[in-house]
């Protein structure tokens, strides 16, 4: 079984900074497409940026221009930058990844989700 473990959430004040990371574990992977999806309460989860395995990128309109997503293939890593946060930012985050599994099949994989909270 494959893992994704987010860690970088927290409290910050508007305007501020933070930078999410999503490290990928587990045994016969490749990864394909990575992406940072949110959840804030009583909201659907939306996506907020999304990245190939070659580095194109995609960005919700929300946060185009604020958010910076990329990925370390080497380390199974994936980054969101996110700055100028505001407080509609506030979400759990989670890290999707589109897993290659044994070479032969494909399946989804999401984190836990980190909590991001920013105050006014």
């Known amino acids: 079984q494959v893992q994704l473990v987010e860690s970088g959430g927290g409290l910050v004040q508007a305007g501020g900074s933070l930078r999410l990371s999503c490290v990928a574990s587990?045994?016969?992977?490749?990864?394909?497409?990575m992406a940072w999806y949110r959840q804030a309460p009583g909201k659907q989860r939306e996506l907020v940026a999304g990245?190939?395995?070659?580095?194109?990128?995609n960005y919700a309109d929300s946060v185009k221009g604020r958010f910076t997503i990329s990925r370390d293939n080497a380390r199974n890593t994936l980054y969101l930058q996110m700055n100028s946060l505001k407080p509609e930012d506030t979400a759990v985050y989670y890290c999707?990844?589109?897993?290659?599994?044994?070479?032969?099949?494909?399946?989804?994989?999401w984190g836990q989700g980190t909590q991001v909270t920013v105050s006014s």
């Open positions: 999707n990844a589109n897993l290659l599994r044994y070479s032969s099949y494909y399946e989804d994989t």
């Open positions: 587990g045994r016969s992977f490749a990864i394909n497409t």
């Open positions: 990245i190939s395995s070659g580095g194109s990128t």
